[in-house]
């Protein structure tokens, strides 16, 4: 490690980031009781950095995950979305704690009630399939269930703010369809690939001079760890090679609300000390406050359920790792109904964190010793000082990114970010590539704190696994074509 960077401030707010973050290995996925009860609705990921596309170096990527650790063989329904709950990406772009603009998504679902005729002649009735599709999906005519979206543009509070509608430049309409999930090769002879990239839409962002994109639909799952190693207190070897451990999301699906928006929409009066912009995000999705279940339902669920009262937050994400490994479990719920203007009240867990108590009562190996981290407190919830930290910033928990920093090419960038200097990565944003696991578990052990401190700090600790860069794309949505649900080409 380089000397000069193991001194710096960035360096130490690297550390307060990513200790923070801890040693989680599913970035948000069930990390909250309340939240495995409505996995529609559950924020897993959140990517925000400078597209590096070829061509597209004006416009920053923001990419949310839903729905986690989807089997791609999950049929007949598959994964769809909540057509009664609102998914939203924020952005803070003038450093004070909250949203100045907001992207909504709202969904409806579409039936087209395809019937067989089924009997002998003379005596044949007309009967609805059970199937999603009764032949190519890209053929609308033979899909039974589908499902399409709005964005509406919020400036000011995600509530009371101005509203407007984003617009389909494709036809000109409110409306975006949403491709199925991959079923399989029979259900799309045509490649899916070739399908799914029909979804994705010029977009005119209101209030924006240029257009961007969107695409919501399935994706494989770019999050890597060996998920059942860790929960089951760190089962494995810590201090190994970085790709020796099994991949437990190799396997998953994920649902990705991916947009491309240019930079100069989203900057506002944020700015680090030499004046580049700087812009904080996070992601939420809301459900109606109160669910009445209807014992007679009538076709394919509409109906199953009533819903009213006040949208109501059930999920939150900024930073990877934080409810995960950060909060602590009585405060989950809690977190994932709160705002980043009311973070002081999770305050301890950063200046006293427990993860490293951990790892030190499971290794033997000895913790970080300096307490109340409050050189942590500064980094977390601030930015990184002379990266992306804004002047004059509220403290708040949220992915923070300086778009003026240039974008990394694919082939050269590297997976642990600014800790293996590449300023254009994690925690400067985050990109799909980003390795937060390993980047956390190093810093939290104290890779970049005085050795005195942190005795076992130079220890190469990694989770053992590492995404092959090879499975992401290098043009928008960036994350790869999902897991066909059928394995039979």
């Not at 491709?179 to 690939?193: A, H």
């Not at 209030?207 to 994706?219: P, W």
């Not at 919830?381 to 949220?398: K, W």
């Amino acid at each position: 490690m380089n000397t000069l960077l193991k001194r710096s401030g960035l360096a130490i707010a690297v550390a307060g980031l990513c200790i923070s973050a801890g040693a989680a290995n599913a970035s948000s996925h069930r990390e909250a009781p309340f939240i495995t009860e409505v996995p529609k609705v559950d924020g897993t990921d959140f990517y925000m950095f400078r597209s590096y596309e070829t061509g597209r170096a004006d416009f920053v990527t923001l990419i949310a995950n839903y729905l986690p650790l989807q089997d791609a063989y999950g049929g007949p329904n598959y994964f769809d979305l909540d057509e009664d709950a609102v998914y939203e990406i924020h952005i803070d772009n003038s450093g004070n704690a909250q949203e100045n603009l907001t992207f909504r998504f709202e969904f409806s679902d579409n039936l087209n009630d395809i019937q067989l005729p089924v009997g002998p002649d003379g005596d044949k009735k007309m009967v609805s399939v059970p199937l999603k599709n009764v032949g190519d999906a890209s053929n609308e005519a033979n899909v039974q269930f589908s499902q399409e979206y709005t964005v509406s543009v919020i400036r000011g509070d995600r509530r009371t703010g101005t509203v407007e509608t984003a617009t389909n430049v494709t036809d000109g309409t409110a409306t975006f369809d949403k491709p199925l999930d991959n079923i399989g090769s029979k259900s799309f002879p045509g490649g899916y690939e070739a399908y799914a990239n029909q979804h994705i839409f010029e977009m005119a962002i209101p209030g924006c001079s240029t257009n961007g994109k969107v695409f919501v639909g399935q994706r494989k799952e770019a999050f890597a760890v060996n998920l059942g190693e860790i929960f089951d207190l760190v089962n494995t070897n810590p201090l190994g090679p970085r790709n020796a451990e099994t991949n437990d999301l190799a396997d998953k699906n994920v649902t990705s609300f991916a947009m491309e928006v240019p930079t100069d929409c989203l900057t506002g009066t944020a700015a680090t000390a030499s004046g580049d912009p700087v812009i904080g995000g996070w992601t939420t999705a809301s459900v109606r406050q109160a669910r009445v279940i209807n014992p007679a339902p009538t076709s394919n669920g509409k109906g199953a359920t009533v819903e009213g009262g006040a949208l109501t937050q059930v999920s939150r994400l900024g930073m990877p790792l934080v409810n995960e490994v950060v909060i602590g479990l009585k405060d989950k719920d809690q977190f994932n109904a709160s705002e980043p203007m009311n973070d002081g009240q999770f305050a301890t867990y950063v200046t006293h964190p427990t993860l490293p108590e951990l790892l030190e009562a499971l290794f033997g190996v000895t913790a970080p010793n300096n307490f109340p981290r409050n050189d942590l407190v500064t980094a977390f919830l601030t930015g990184v000082p002379d990266l992306n930290q804004p002047q004059g910033v509220t403290a708040s928990e949220m992915l923070r990114l300086n778009p003026a920093v240039a974008a990394t090419a694919p082939a050269s960038q590297n997976d642990l970010g600014v800790l293996g200097a590449d300023s254009a990565g994690f925690p400067n944003g985050r990109r799909p590539v980003d390795d937060t696991v390993d980047i956390a578990l190093r810093v939290a052990m104290g890779v970049l704190a005085d050795p005195a401190d942190a005795p076992d700090g130079d220890l190469g600790y990694t989770d053992g696994v590492q995404l092959d860069p090879a499975e992401l794309q290098e043009v928008f949505p960036y994350l790869a074509t999902p897991i066909a649900g059928s394995p039979n080409s």
